[in-house]
């Protein structure tokens, strides 16, 4: 019997994973649990936007930063301004920024804030000015642990996530879910999921989220990339 998978990742988000999920042999649903919409920007976010070329590194926290950041930094910069460090928290926003033109600095494994604190690149960031680009609320690991560093530090946050209003489970019986952020795991909480389910968390910061809920069975994928989510779930369920 052909298992049955939820994808919960935003819309237009999901089609490379579901294209997976389907060459692997499982039926995938896809329902996503966040709605992404822009912030308006205030009037120091937008001089900082403006004033991009003073800032030593600027950071990128997900694609969907990039994806918020391009479109808000092309109202001030037809053109990228040089010397900057472009840091990336992933492959996947690496490569997002890549298709910009933009010569992108990343981890090379962990994709997450600890990894990129490991750089050498910001191991000696006193008197830096660094721009953090990402969505509202978030961690604060990256921002505070810079500007412990000697670095001054400014955060704008480009878009919002807010539960989606039109979740559903899907009718047939699911043998796992795939979550890939906190904010995701909160959401879905709002809708009783099943404790019976195998929860894929794409971080061990998810996972200890959802093992927090009370729910046992849980996996932790390498990175909440695409690939690694399904390596991690056909390790955990029975060949389909």
């Given at each position: 019997?052909?298992?049955?998978?939820?994808?919960?990742?935003?819309?237009?988000?999901?089609?490379?994973?579901?294209?997976?999920?389907?060459?692997?042999?499982?039926?995938?649903?896809?329902?996503?649990?966040?709605?992404?919409?822009?912030?308006?920007?205030?009037?120091?976010?937008?001089?900082?936007?403006?004033?991009?070329?003073?800032?030593?590194?600027?950071?990128?926290?997900?694609?969907?930063?990039?994806?918020?950041?391009?479109?808000?930094?092309?109202?001030?910069?037809?053109?990228?301004?040089?010397?900057?460090?472009?840091?990336?928290?992933?492959?996947?926003?690496?490569?997002?920024?890549?298709?910009?033109?933009?010569?992108?600095?990343?981890?090379?494994?962990?994709?997450?804030?600890?990894?990129?604190?490991?750089?050498?690149?910001?191991?000696?960031?006193?008197?830096?000015?660094?721009?953090?680009?990402?969505?509202?609320?978030?961690?604060?690991?990256?921002?505070?642990?810079?500007?412990?560093?000697?670095?001054?530090?400014d955060r704008v946050a480009l878009y919002q996530r807010d539960c989606a209003k039109d979740f559903?489970?899907?009718?047939?019986?699911?043998?796992?879910?795939?979550?890939?952020?906190?904010?995701?795991?909160?959401?879905?909480?709002?809708?009783?999921?099943?404790?019976?389910?195998?929860?894929?968390?794409?971080?061990?910061?998810?996972?200890?989220?959802?093992?927090?809920?009370?729910?046992?069975?849980?996996?932790?994928?390498?990175?909440?990339?695409?690939?690694?989510?399904?390596?991690?779930?056909?390790?955990?369920?029975?060949?389909?």
């Open positions: 019997m052909t298992q049955h998978v939820l994808v919960t990742r935003p819309q237009g988000q999901q089609h490379a994973i579901m294209a997976l999920l389907q060459a692997a042999g499982f039926h995938a649903s896809h329902q996503p649990t966040l709605t992404l919409s822009p912030l308006p920007l205030a009037a120091a976010d937008r001089t900082r936007l403006l004033d991009l070329d003073q800032y030593q590194g600027v950071f990128f926290v997900s694609p969907n930063a990039v994806r918020f950041g391009v479109e808000a930094l092309r109202d001030f910069w037809p053109q990228w301004p040089v010397d900057v460090h472009w840091l990336a928290v992933g492959d996947a926003t690496a490569a997002a920024l890549r298709a910009e033109g933009l010569d992108v600095i990343s981890p090379p494994t962990g994709f997450n804030s600890e990894a990129v604190l490991e750089l050498p690149q910001l191991q000696h960031v006193a008197g830096w000015k660094v721009l953090v680009l990402c969505g509202d609320g978030g961690r604060m690991l990256l921002t505070e642990t810079l500007r412990a560093r000697g670095a001054e530090v559903k489970w899907p009718p047939e019986k699911l043998a796992a879910a795939l979550v890939t952020s906190v904010e995701s795991w909160q959401c879905l909480l709002n809708h009783s999921p099943d404790p019976e389910m195998l929860y894929v968390a794409g971080s061990a910061r998810i996972g200890a989220a959802i093992g927090a809920a009370g729910f046992e069975r849980i996996a932790v994928a390498d990175s909440p990339h695409d690939e690694d989510m399904v390596a991690c779930l056909i390790q955990h369920l029975s060949s389909p």
